[in-house]
């Protein structure tokens, strides 16, 4: 069942903080030993003014900064107090990554378009693939995380500890896979949100992301589908915050005309940036970089381990 706690959220709507180029600022602290808040603030958040290839591209046409102080909501699905896009914006974002083929597929989309997206990785996808988790981040792109192995927080017999584990060691893996802090954003697996963890998040200063346009990708049989089912409820809603994961063939297939039918409809992207990035439990960390099954090389080129020596 899927839990509406807007209210949890009233003290954040003075921490919300939107600019489109403004200076960033390490977010404050929590009083509590374990729930700090971000590490220092990367680079100020700007619009991205370089050159495109394309002419006519998608684009980004405005660019927010998020203060993450106690935990904000955002996606009407759930959360019904920050509603800081203006008519006709959306914004794009990809959960379950990163993934072979469809990860890069939907990367070249978004860059096709001159366009950014707000990714949620699995954290043992994370482990897999570091790599393309790193071309997520050298594109522009912000990066979350969404657990460590996409559990579902309001299964039977997930305690309160289990719950933590996920999101901790799922923040951890995304770290070491980046080799860098993710932002502070957070998206629950099946947009289920148990109360103990919105609240725990909040103690953390980790914004919790919901959705206002769910695609449905992972239900569809072909990309058109997937195109039917975002402009659809795009439409009816007028702006919104899109679902998409880009762990999906059909959706990585879908974007490309996706975009182009934003753009006809005149939607304009929102990029998302955070105020400052996550700081991760010493503890998570560690456990994680003394784990064997973790890949001891993530980013050899094929030439480096693999050389013909006869034909």
């Known amino acids: 069942m899927r839990i509406t706690t807007g209210l949890m959220f009233a003290s954040a709507v003075s921490a919300l903080m939107f600019t489109a180029a403004a200076a960033q600022t390490p977010a404050r602290p929590a009083a509590a030993p374990q729930t700090a808040t971000a590490a220092p603030a990367s680079p100020p958040a700007s619009a991205d003014k370089t050159a495109c290839a394309n002419p006519d591209a998608l684009g980004v046409a405005r660019v927010v900064q998020i203060d993450t102080t106690g935990g904000p909501g955002f996606g009407f699905e759930h959360f019904k107090q920050l509603d800081f896009l203006r008519d006709k914006e959306v ?13 890069p597929a939907v990367l070249k989309a978004l ?9 949620f990785p699995i954290g043992k996808h994370a482990t897999y693939h570091p ?51 993710p932002a502070p954003f957070f998206r ?24 206002d346009v769910d695609s449905f990708d992972f239900k ?32 990585a297939e879908a974007l490309p005309t996706l975009l182009r039918r934003l753009k006809a409809g005149g939607y304009k992207v929102v990029q998302i940036k955070a105020k400052g990035a996550v700081q991760t439990i010493p503890s998570y960390d ?26």
């Open 111 to 119: 860059a096709d378009e001159c366009t950014k997206g707000l990714f």
């Open 188 to 211: 629950f697996p099946a947009l289920q949100h148990p109360p103990a963890m919105v609240t725990y998040l909040g103690q953390r200063n980790i914004g919790i992301w919901s959705c």
């Open 220 to 251: 569809t049989r072909n990309a058109d589908q997937v195109i039917t089912n975002v402009m659809t409820k795009l439409d009816k809603l007028g702006k919104g915050i899109i679902l998409m994961h880009d762990f999906q063939k059909h959706t």
């Open 131 to 181: 790599e393309i988790l790193r071309q997520v981040l050298a594109q522009g792109h912000t990066v979350g995380a969404h657990t460590w192995s996409h559990a579902v927080l309001t299964r039977k017999g997930m305690t309160e500890q289990a719950a933590k584990d996920e999101i901790e060691k799922g923040f951890s893996a995304v770290r070491w896979a980046l080799e860098a802090p």
């Open 286 to 311: 560690e456990a994680l970089a003394k784990d064997t099954k973790l890949p001891t090389i993530s980013s050899r080129p094929v030439s480096s381990v693999v050389q013909t020596i006869s034909e």
């Open 91 to 103: 914004v794009l974002t990809f959960d379950d990554g990163p993934w072979p083929n469809n990860t």
